[in-house]
């Protein structure tokens, strides 16, 4: 994966773009019962002392575990681009925060 690139978890029946209409996205998401978000934190052995880069290659890990054992062959990794110009009304948050909250709803 590109360093400028970053993956996230999603299913194949979900019409919303994780990234573009993450609150629709969530939405139907939840309302077919995946969690998907929520089961991504499950398997994805984080550590607060983790770097970022750290954290990102565990997630792609986990993503991964998950489609592997995805019986129902709902499960697909998608790929986002850091690069891409991104809307923050709030100074203070890092691009890796924004991310972060878009891609894992903030969970790490």
Do not use: H
Not at 19 to 45: N, V
């Amino acid at each position: 994966m590109d360093k400028n690139q970053f993956c996230y978890l999603t299913t194949v029946d979900n019409p919303y773009d994780k990234i573009e209409d993450y609150d629709q996205w969530l939405g139907f998401d939840t309302e077919m019962g995946y969690y998907s978000d929520a089961y991504l934190d499950r398997i994805a052995k984080i550590s607060p002392a983790m770097s970022e880069i750290e954290k990102e290659r565990e997630y792609e890990r986990a993503i991964d575990e998950i489609i592997k054992y995805d019986f129902r062959n709902i499960y697909v990794k998608k790929y986002g681009n850091k690069d891409e110009e991104i809307i923050n009304d709030d100074p203070s948050q890092s691009l890796d925060d924004i991310l972060n909250e878009m891609v894992w709803g903030g969970i790490r």
